[in-house]
């Protein structure tokens, strides 16, 4: 399995490529600017767990990872109604960021598991 830093990171750029290629326009621009953010947040915020202070500060760091891939699920899938191109690339992001969120939950129950243990 690839190194979860490294695939957070690879989503965000992933995401970067796809919006350069979406039209500029007011209404393009603001799901796009969303979903940059949102999804170098991902990573970013992935990378800043892995420096937790504690075991409640790595599961706060962690649930922002949650909260950041759920935003960028959100936007892609804005994206996939409104855009109508890139339609694959838009479903193999979502699916991406799907299984990165599943990968954030998991460990978040394993962190909560072993403070209480």
């Keep these: 399995m690839k190194d979860l830093k490294l695939r957070t990171k690879q989503f965000a750029v992933d995401c970067w ?3 350069s290629k ?20 991902v990573g970013a915020n ?5 420096r937790g202070k ?24 804005l994206l996939m109604e409104v855009y109508g191109k890139e339609t694959e690339k838009l479903k193999l992001l979502h699916s991406e960021a799907s299984e990165i969120l599943a990968i954030i939950v998991a460990s978040i129950n394993t962190a909560r598991r072993n403070q209480k243990g």
């Design 17 to 19: 490529f796809l919006c």
């Design 22 to 41: 979406i039209p500029h326009s007011r209404e393009y621009n603001a799901y796009v600017n969303q979903l940059l953010r949102s999804s170098s947040s």
């Design 46 to 50: 992935y990378r800043a767990s892995q």
């Design 54 to 77: 504690s075991t409640a500060d790595f599961i706060n760091k962690l649930k922002i990872v949650e909260e950041e891939t759920d935003e960028s699920m959100y936007f892609l899938e």
